[in-house]
């Protein structure tokens, strides 16, 4: 009997501790979704949203131009063995645009940029039937981005639903705290002085957004060729209005802006460069600048102070780098 009962109670043992095995494997933690995103801006939402629950891969980085970039064989690749690949659409990847559509009839392909509505989007003469794509420069528009982002990975990954859903309304409180900071400090620039000059139109939307005139070297795609009467005729509107400061981008070449300053020190207008900004790729990974906040959040504190407004050097929570 003593050797029955050892074999029933080793039995029982054995059979407790493979339910528990597998007890634990069913509430192991689900292995992350694999997201591939163009822009690295495309990149901080998903990371934003998706918490632990995805592995997320930009393929454009600091210093990078959306508008030009060609696909690597890495990039193709990646995006074949990819859960979710989220690119921005509205013709701002202009050299794959083709590629993904002809992608998004075999993977799980999201154009996230194209969930503003039209009526929100700005048109532009040089491309008809075309809008600019420089949504995320208005961040009263990224957020339909970022929900955008959300519903496709719930769509991927049902199972994190709760989590996309908290984790996205969470950024975009934290997005609505940057437009209050915005709209406080923007104010501050007089308004002889609300004119945005850069190297290339990447900041319209952020110009009808905040009342600032917005003037661009190039036009909404850096594939534009900046002219010679262009540049006069900005030089030009630098001398009339005596326009003090103007900004390169960190992602455009500022050979452009350079030519304005000569061209309007030549006419005896001091113009100096404003700083760089963040236009079509965000700052170095793992810095402040090197999200999507902390973007917008340097751009505006640095155009603010540049043109004469009153906005902390340290930006809205303190977290820049530097103004410079």
Known sequence: MSLFRSARTLF????????????TLGHAKAKPINVVATTSMIADAARQVAGDRAEVKALMGPGVDPHSYRQTRSDIAAMARADLVLWHGLYLEAQLEEFFLDLEKRRNVVAVGEAVDKSKRLSHAEYEGRYDPHVWMDPQLWETVVYAV????????????????????????????????????????????????????????????????VLGIQGISTESEAGLRRVEELVNTIVDRKISAVFVESSVPERNVRAL???????DQKVVIGGTLFSDAM??????????????????????RALGGNAPEGGFQGKLAAAS
């Open 283 to 304: 700052g170095e990974p793992g810095t402040y600048e090197g999200t999507y906040i902390g973007m917008i959040d340097h751009n505006v504190t640095l155009i603010t």
């Open 12 to 23: 029982l043992t054995a059979g407790l501790l493979v339910f528990g095995a597998l007890s």
């Open 150 to 213: 959300r519903d496709a990975l719930i769509k991927t990954d049902p199972e994190g639903e709760a989590t996309y859903r908290a984790n996205a309304d969470k950024h975009v409180a934290d997005i609505a705290k940057l437009i209050d900071y915005m709209k406080t400090v923007t104010v501050t620039v007089p308004e002889k002085s609300r004119v945005l000059l850069t190297a290339h139109d990447a900041f319209s939307y952020f110009g009808r957004g905040y009342d600032f005139e």
């Open 261 to 267: 300053i000569e061209g309007a020190e030549a006419r």
